[in-house]
Nanobody, 115 residues
Framework: QVQLVESGGGLVQPGGSLRLTCVAS????????MGWYRQAPGRQRELVAM???????NYADSVKGRFTISRDGAKTTVYLQMDNLEREDTAVYYC?????????WGQGTQVTVSS
């Protein structure tokens, strides 16, 4: 089992920045990916960004150049630095852990971009 705890969501004006943090605990595979999905009202959950334990990354086209994903040295924490936020980024953001045999989700954190 892997537990994921997210933090860092909130209300921000367009053009502003937020940093999301997800801390993982439990039995983690030596090779895994961690990252973020989001779900806006009335829409399907979509990938925002993912990063593997060896540093490979994948970003949604809509966030490239604005969001940056990173992981700590122990590979138990994943961050999402979100800059130049747009109203369309408003959603619940979910942390995701994926290994060869397991997938886990965090509880979600709300990000609202509004003036």
């Amino acid at each position: 089992q892997v537990q994921l705890v997210e933090s860092g969501g909130g209300l921000v004006q367009p053009g502003g920045s937020l940093r999301l943090t997800c801390v993982a605990s439990g039995s983690m595979a030596s090779y895994n990916s961690m990252g973020w999905y989001r779900q806006a009202p009335g829409r399907q959950r979509e990938l925002v960004a993912m990063m593997t334990t060896i540093g490979n990354t994948n970003y949604a086209d809509s966030v490239k150049g604005r969001f940056t994903i990173s992981r700590d040295g122990a590979k138990t924490t994943v961050y999402l630095q979100m800059d130049n936020l747009e109203r369309e980024d408003t959603a619940v953001y979910y942390c995701n852990y994926l290994s060869a045999n397991h997938e886990y989700w965090g509880q979600g954190t709300q990000v609202t971009v509004s003036s």
